[in-house]
């Protein structure tokens, strides 16, 4: 395994080498307006990358699959389309905070974001931000960040985008978005459909029916739709209103493991709405950004989906916040950040709660020299439930030539309890404090015309992280309890690396790849954390050629440990995954373009799995189109 | 050129990454038949398991039934039973029972429909009388399925009482505690094998273990349970007991009451003394006992317990990684043997030849 681990970094080495002889970029700044200016200008010395909106389109539109190929983040589903959760460098996926447009939607129930129970097609560009420094969006961010952003143009144009996919399993994938606008206003409509029976066969060859056939996947079957409208006003240049909402209804089975996935009939239903109201105005060397968001999430759950009866969870948000940007000088801002809360959330077993919490950041931006910038930033909250720690992030981004660049960020943060953890009937403890977490992080970046590396070590202490556990409570043996239980200490590599090159009008290549190398460790038994894999690598490789494209995905994650005392019998093996896809241009012309599409995914059938007994599925078929119009 | 060279190099890193991979499992025959079974329920971090350890504790084999076919069990594993040459290894959740070889834990087949989260076996002659919840939220479901262990088919159901949970067979009856599933019950079911009349015997709350003493009187552990108000908060509590059955006339002889909000969970019968757990410890009273104890044998958190010659077994459970196996002298309460066994170790069976 050393050796492995040493012939890969070698090879890392030489790719990184290669290619790194490259020039400037020079790309056109569109006018687009993002919900959220925050992570993308004013954060620094953190490793940010973007998933493209070709991306989410090469993985379905499927968000659990379009962060597994595109991103460094671990994501582990429940079986193909059940529970989803995302992890960076080993935290929990509670660590993990989800921004729509800047404001944080993982559920107030669990704490985290179900990828398989939100939609990612209208969004129009996500960024993956690693590490805990974005103090802004405060609990939750621990681990990272992933942002789903909209834009909006002021200029005039007009798009209709339709897109459509149909596979095995009787898979549909189904989005189509408008988009207007001028030079005062502009507005976007997107909805969303998707649908699978998704009956794949589990092909373990382990285990086979009475007639010697592989089982299938039984009760998997999910649809959800979703509709969105943005919508934007532009006074002037710098004075503009938009307002933002979305909604989701996730209707889908929880699938049975083997050895007889026949036993399953449990049902899930989410149910989600947000909206949005921004008004951003710059005067003179101000800058005033005011957010007013309102945000409901529910979920049913069905344990028989046959019966009428469900358990249920649902929570209103109310967000307002303020963000105040002074310009000082040329190389000098202030910024002052207030954000008020109120969260209000119940469950059939547990009566309605309120949470508030007010929190006031403070922010500093400026310049040593002309190549030498920093931030720092303060964030006190104060929380109706608990008290939270005053956090901090300390960045500086060192810029020698043209191209490279040194990173570094100090940051500590948190995640507050859940409402589960908190009052779970007979078992939510009222005793817990939040996790807390510190965390360093120093990166090289190379930017060049064709070839991009961003690299980062990552070091991170988190305390009293909470963990449910059947021994928590002294005096009720066997009752699951929530506990401030595990100090684990993650440390790692994160690497990214790009590189695009055309020849001439007529073709094009370009090459993306994550990597991450985690060693995330519990200080109590010095053990691996759970399912968190050592190394994970993914890489894109699209050409281009004429009317032609092709790509293929690889992903490959090494073995996980299923079980706290990392026993050998109780881990999952590691495994590689080849999808391959392409398209053809049937109409190119000013008013319209047509692609027509065809992807095969798990090329090589490979048997991999993400929970115990759930294999995921083997090779399959899709064929896809993309029709644009003005 | 430069492209070629560069892919070339991504495939390299690809072949690298992926042979660093682990071997599979070899299939091993050995006998297990004179030592100790402990089953695990499993959880998220592992399927239901099942430990070996021999009668002197010299040698411990972990994941038999893995070793033996190849292949892991479905979670949770509730409980097992035994006939003289099988033994039936019941996965509530997966709806299953799997029928191994008792010596070696080689599957010889498996009972896959009609069942409905089964929790309980008993074995008489050559039907298995399986405890089903059906639906655990409903209380209207629930059922025995007769089970035809020569063909490995349900052959009928009889209808229960909600939530029944450990059964037990004397002279042509079967006896079933209904705990109540997810919610609560109070009865012992007795059932007339030859005519499939079901009688009930009303109990304290949430009946659990039961066994005959050497007076062939029926013997139960009613854990008693918590009250919550409509908010959750705890509003009182029923009690749990020890309760004495005499089955000719299925009325309570003796019943020895716990203390308002204790709640014991585990029981077990040896040389006509009873042995009980309540809060961390394990206390021992004569089997015609008219008080409960006042100090106890053993101090020790378990969730699993059996015992035997003057031994007392127990497990604690753990569900993220390999729980705990302890083996207590009960003249002197000594621990005598200490061991890692199965994840989410629940019962513990003696097989002697």
């Not at chain 1, 190394?535 to 032609?548: D, Q, S």
């Amino acid at each position: 395994m050393k050796l492995c681990m040493l012939l890969f970094f070698g090879c890392m080495l030489c790719c990184a080498v290669a290619t790194a002889q490259t020039d400037t970029i020079h790309r056109l700044d569109e006018v687009v307006v993002l919900a959220d200016r925050y992570v993308k200008q004013e954060n620094i010395g953190q490793k940010k990358i973007s998933v493209s909106k070709l991306q989410i389109e090469h993985n379905n539109n499927n968000p659990t699959e379009t962060l597994r190929f595109n991103s460094a983040i671990a994501v582990r589903d429940n079986g193909n389309g059940g529970a989803s959760s995302a992890r960076f460098r080993g935290t929990s996926a509670s660590n993990t905070a989800f921004l729509w447009n800047g404001i944080n939607i993982n559920s107030f129930g669990l704490g985290q974001t179900d990828l398989n129970g939100i939609s990612l097609a209208t969004a129009d560009e996500i960024i993956v931000k690693s590490g805990g420094g974005s103090i802004k969006y405060g609990s939750g961010a621990i681990g990272g960040t992933v942002h789903i952003n909209d834009y909006l143009k002021f200029k005039k144009h007009q798009t209709v985008e339709l897109v459509s996919s149909y596979g095995s399993f009787q898979t549909t994938s189904n989005y189509i978005a408008v988009n207007l606008g001028e030079q005062k206003w502009s507005l976007k409509l997107a909805s969303t459909y998707h649908q699978s029976k998704n009956d794949y066969e589990l092909i373990d060859k382990r285990f086979k029916d009475s007639e010697g056939e592989f089982y299938k996947n039984e009760n998997g079957a999910y649809k959800n739709y979703s509709i969105s409208l943005s919508a934007g006003y532009q006074f002037s240049q710098k004075n503009n209103l938009r307002f933002y909402t979305t909604s989701y209804k996730g209707d889908r089975l929880f699938s049975g493991a083997l050895p007889n996935p026949s036993a399953a009939d449990e049902k899930y239903i989410d149910l989600n709405q947000r909206n949005l109201l921004v008004w951003d105005v710059e005067n003179y060397a101000l800058h005033h950004t005011l957010k007013a968001a309102f945000l409901t999430q529910e979920y049913r759950y069905f344990e028989d989906k046959n019966e009428e009866d469900y358990d249920f969870g649902n929570s209103n948000t109310f967000v307002f916040n303020y963000d105040l940007r002074y310009q000082w000088s040329s190389k000098t801002s202030f910024n002052a950040f207030v954000d008020l809360q109120n969260i209000q959330g119940k469950t059939n077993k547990i009566p309605s709660h309120k949470r508030e919490q007010y929190s006031l950041a403070l922010g500093l931006h400026s310049e040593i020299r002309a190549n030498w910038k920093y931030n720092l930033e303060v964030k006190k909250e104060s929380n109706s439930d608990f008290k939270v720690p005053i956090i901090i992030s300390l960045g500086s981004e060192y810029k020698w030539g043209h191209h490279q660049s040194i990173l570094m960020n100090i940051s500590s943060n948190y995640r507050v309890p859940t409402l589960n953890d908190l009052y779970w009937p007979g078992q939510g403890n009222l005793d817990l404090i939040p996790e807390t977490s510190k965390q360093v992080d120093v990166g090289y970046q190379y930017i060049g015309k064709e070839f991009t590396l961003k690299s980062t070590f990552f070091y991170i202490h988190v305390l009293d992280k909470i963990v449910w556990t059947s021994n928590g409570d002294e005096s009720r043996p066997n009752v699951w309890v929530p506990i401030n239980l595990e100090e684990s200490f993650h440390k790692g590599l994160e690497l990214f690396a790009s590189w695009e090159h055309s020849l001439g009008d007529i073709s094009s290549l370009d090459v993306t790849a994550n990597y991450i190398y985690t060693e995330a460790v519990n200080n109590e038994t010095q053990k691996q954390l759970i399912f968190v894999p050592k190394h994970l690598f993914n890489t894109t490789i699209n050409y281009r050629l004429k009317k032609m494209a092709v790509y293929l995905q690889n992903m490959l994650q090494s073995k996980v440990y299923t079980s706290d005392d990392n026993i050998e019998q109780l881990s999952l093996s590691g495994f590689k995954l080849f999808n391959l896809g392409c398209k053809f241009s049937l109409l190119e012309q000013k008013k319209s373009s047509l692609y027509l599409g065809m992807s095969v995914k798990n090329v090589f059938n490979e048997l991999y799995q993400y929970s115990n007994l759930r294999p995921m599925p083997g090779r399959n078929y899709n064929i896809n189109m993309n029709y644009k119009f003005n | 050129m430069k492209i070629t060279k560069q892919l070339c190099k991504l495939l390299m890193i690809a072949i690298l990454l992926v042979s660093c991979q682990d071997d599979k499992v070899e299939l091993v025959e050995r006998d297990y038949s004179n030592g100790v079974l402990i089953s695990g329920e499993g959880s998220g971090a592992g399927t239901g398991s099942i430990s070996y350890i021999s009668k002197d504790q010299s040698s411990k084999f972990q994941f038999i039934y893995l070793s033996a076919n190849g292949v892991e069990l479905g979670t949770f594993l509730q409980s097992m039973a035994f006939s003289e040459d099988n033994a039936f290894v019941i996965v509530d959740n997966a709806n299953t029972i799997t029928v191994v070889d008792k010596a070696t834990f080689i599957k010889v087949g498996e009972i896959t429909t009609n069942l409905t989260t089964p929790r309980y076996m008993a074995v008489v002659g050559d039907k298995g009388y399986v405890t089903n919840w059906g639906n655990p939220n409903s209380e209207t479901d629930d059922f025995i399925a007769v089970v035809d262990l020569t063909t490995y088919t349900v052959s009928k159901t009889i209808a229960v009482g909600n939530g029944p949970e450990q059964i037990i067979e004397k002279d042509g009856k079967l006896y079933v505690s209904h705990k109540g599933a997810y919610s609560y019950n109070n009865i012992v079911s007795v059932i007339d094998i030859a005519t499939d009349v079901v009688t009930e015997i009303t109990v304290e709350d949430n009946p659990d273990e039961l066994f005959f003493n050497d007076n062939g009187d029926l013997v139960v552990l009613s854990e008693g349970r918590t009250i919550y108000n409509a908010d959750w908060s705890v509003g009182g509590n029923t009690i749990g007991a020890i309760q004495t059955i005499d089955v000719s006339s299925n009325m309570v002889t003796t019943s020895l009451e716990f203390e308002e909000g204790e709640h014991p969970s585990l029981m077990a019968f040896s040389e006509e003394n009873i042995y009980y757990y309540l809060s961390g410890k394990v206390y021992k009273i004569a089997s015609n006992a008219t008080a409960l104890a006042t100090e106890e044998v053993v101090s020790q958190f378990l969730s699993g317990m059996s015992v035997a010659n003057d031994e007392l077994h127990g497990v604690n459970g753990n569900y993220s990684e390999q729980s705990d196996y302890y083996v207590f002298d009960l003249t002197s309460s000594e621990q005598l043997y200490t061991t890692k066994v199965a994840l989410g170790a629940a019962k513990i069976y003696f097989l002697e030849e």
